[in-house]
Protein backbone atom coordinates (compact mmCIF):
# COMPACT_ATOMS: atom_id res chain seq x y z
CA UNK A 1 0.00 0.00 0.00
CA UNK A 2 3.16 2.59 0.87
CA UNK A 3 4.57 1.70 -2.55
CA UNK A 4 1.15 2.39 -4.36
CA UNK A 5 0.75 5.98 -2.22
CA UNK A 6 4.40 6.82 -3.02
CA UNK A 7 3.98 6.02 -6.95
CA UNK A 8 0.96 8.25 -6.80
CA UNK A 9 2.50 11.37 -5.27
CA UNK A 10 5.80 11.35 -7.14
CA UNK A 11 3.64 10.50 -10.45
CA UNK A 12 1.27 13.68 -9.66
CA UNK A 13 3.84 16.33 -8.42
CA UNK A 14 5.51 18.87 -10.69
CA UNK A 15 9.00 18.59 -10.69
CA UNK A 16 11.40 21.70 -10.91
CA UNK A 17 13.83 20.23 -13.63
CA UNK A 18 12.58 17.07 -15.08
CA UNK A 19 9.72 16.82 -17.49
CA UNK A 20 6.75 13.93 -17.44
CA UNK A 21 7.43 11.10 -19.89
CA UNK A 22 6.22 11.08 -23.57
CA UNK A 23 5.14 14.52 -23.12
CA UNK A 24 5.91 17.58 -25.27
CA UNK A 25 7.62 20.65 -25.07
CA UNK A 26 7.02 23.81 -26.97
CA UNK A 27 9.26 26.93 -26.72
CA UNK A 28 10.15 30.21 -27.57
CA UNK A 29 13.37 32.24 -27.41
CA UNK A 30 15.25 34.61 -27.81
CA UNK A 31 19.09 33.32 -29.58
CA UNK A 32 21.87 36.27 -29.73
CA UNK A 33 24.18 35.70 -32.54
CA UNK A 34 28.24 36.47 -31.50
CA UNK A 35 29.00 36.42 -35.10
CA UNK A 36 26.26 38.55 -36.39
CA UNK A 37 26.05 40.96 -32.82
CA UNK A 38 22.12 40.34 -33.08
CA UNK A 39 19.58 39.02 -31.32
CA UNK A 40 17.00 36.98 -33.15
CA UNK A 41 14.16 34.21 -32.34
CA UNK A 42 14.00 30.71 -31.92
CA UNK A 43 10.79 28.43 -32.03
CA UNK A 44 11.75 24.78 -30.64
CA UNK A 45 9.18 21.51 -30.61
CA UNK A 46 10.86 18.48 -28.31
CA UNK A 47 9.12 15.05 -26.98
CA UNK A 48 10.18 14.41 -23.79
CA UNK A 49 10.87 10.30 -24.11
CA UNK A 50 11.56 10.55 -20.32
CA UNK A 51 11.86 12.77 -17.39
CA UNK A 52 15.13 13.04 -18.12
CA UNK A 53 15.31 12.92 -22.14
CA UNK A 54 14.00 14.76 -24.56
CA UNK A 55 15.01 15.62 -28.13
CA UNK A 56 13.53 17.97 -31.21
CA UNK A 57 13.81 20.69 -34.05
CA UNK A 58 14.50 24.13 -33.15
CA UNK A 59 14.72 26.89 -35.68
CA UNK A 60 16.67 30.58 -35.67
CA UNK A 61 16.59 33.21 -37.83
CA UNK A 62 18.17 36.01 -37.46
CA UNK A 63 18.54 39.36 -39.77
CA UNK A 64 21.34 42.26 -38.95
CA UNK A 65 20.21 44.42 -42.17
CA UNK A 66 23.05 42.88 -44.40
CA UNK A 67 22.65 39.07 -43.43
CA UNK A 68 19.71 36.95 -42.80
CA UNK A 69 20.27 33.41 -41.34
CA UNK A 70 18.24 30.93 -40.88
CA UNK A 71 19.33 27.97 -38.62
CA UNK A 72 17.50 24.28 -38.28
CA UNK A 73 18.98 21.89 -35.64
CA UNK A 74 18.09 18.48 -34.49
CA UNK A 75 19.18 18.04 -30.72
CA UNK A 76 18.67 15.85 -27.82
CA UNK A 77 19.24 17.11 -24.18
CA UNK A 78 20.04 14.64 -21.02
CA UNK A 79 19.16 16.10 -17.84
CA UNK A 80 21.18 16.34 -14.64
CA UNK A 81 18.96 17.49 -11.55
CA UNK A 82 20.22 19.44 -8.91
CA UNK A 83 18.57 21.54 -6.16
CA UNK A 84 17.71 24.54 -8.10
CA UNK A 85 17.65 23.72 -11.82
CA UNK A 86 17.94 21.23 -14.57
CA UNK A 87 21.06 21.28 -16.35
CA UNK A 88 21.76 19.74 -19.36
CA UNK A 89 24.60 18.93 -22.27
CA UNK A 90 22.75 19.71 -26.04
CA UNK A 91 24.12 17.56 -28.82
CA UNK A 92 22.81 17.65 -32.87
CA UNK A 93 22.70 18.18 -36.37
CA UNK A 94 22.42 21.94 -37.75
CA UNK A 95 21.38 23.34 -41.46
CA UNK A 96 22.45 26.47 -41.79
CA UNK A 97 21.62 29.17 -44.32
CA UNK A 98 22.86 32.83 -44.71
CA UNK A 99 21.57 34.98 -47.61
CA UNK A 100 23.50 38.36 -48.49
CA UNK A 101 22.95 40.66 -51.68
CA UNK A 102 25.39 38.82 -52.70
CA UNK A 103 25.73 35.21 -52.26
CA UNK A 104 23.58 32.55 -50.50
CA UNK A 105 25.34 30.00 -48.72
CA UNK A 106 24.62 26.88 -46.80
CA UNK A 107 26.36 24.35 -44.88
CA UNK A 108 25.65 20.89 -42.23
CA UNK A 109 27.27 20.87 -39.05
CA UNK A 110 27.32 19.59 -35.49
CA UNK A 111 25.91 21.85 -33.04
CA UNK A 112 26.95 21.10 -29.05
CA UNK A 113 26.73 22.99 -26.03
CA UNK A 114 24.85 23.20 -22.33
CA UNK A 115 22.35 25.07 -20.88
CA UNK A 116 19.93 25.44 -17.50
CA UNK A 117 15.93 25.42 -17.21
CA UNK A 118 13.78 26.03 -14.03
CA UNK A 119 9.87 24.27 -14.18
CA UNK A 120 7.72 26.65 -13.02
CA UNK A 121 4.48 23.88 -13.44
CA UNK A 122 3.82 23.43 -16.98
CA UNK A 123 6.37 26.76 -18.05
CA UNK A 124 10.07 25.96 -18.13
CA UNK A 125 12.60 29.06 -17.86
CA UNK A 126 15.97 28.13 -19.47
CA UNK A 127 19.05 29.67 -20.70
CA UNK A 128 21.34 27.77 -23.10
CA UNK A 129 24.96 28.31 -24.92
CA UNK A 130 25.07 26.25 -28.58
CA UNK A 131 28.23 26.08 -30.48
CA UNK A 132 27.62 25.52 -34.43
CA UNK A 133 30.73 23.55 -35.82
CA UNK A 134 30.55 23.68 -39.91
CA UNK A 135 31.94 26.08 -43.12
CA UNK A 136 29.11 28.84 -41.31
CA UNK A 137 30.35 28.83 -37.65
CA UNK A 138 28.48 30.25 -34.99
CA UNK A 139 27.83 30.38 -31.10
CA UNK A 140 24.52 31.49 -29.54
CA UNK A 141 23.10 32.34 -26.51
CA UNK A 142 19.33 31.69 -25.89
CA UNK A 143 17.02 32.62 -23.00
CA UNK A 144 13.47 31.62 -23.19
CA UNK A 145 10.50 29.62 -21.90
CA UNK A 146 8.82 26.04 -22.85
CA UNK A 147 5.86 25.36 -22.53
CA UNK A 148 4.97 20.97 -21.89
CA UNK A 149 1.48 19.49 -22.61
CA UNK A 150 1.06 15.96 -22.50
Known amino acids: MGI ?3 AETSEGSESHCYFKKNSFSLGIGLPYSLKLDVAGINARFY ?4 EAICFG ?8 GHE ?5 DFVGHYIFE ?3 VG ?3 LAGVNYTLEKSNHRTLNAVGVVFGAGLHRNFGKVSLF ?3 AHVESKLPDDFITLGLFYNFK
Open 4 to 6: SQH
Open 57 to 64: PEFSYFNN
Open 82 to 84: TPW
Open 68 to 72: EVMDV
Open 87 to 89: LFP
Open 47 to 50: YNIG
Open 127 to 129: GEY
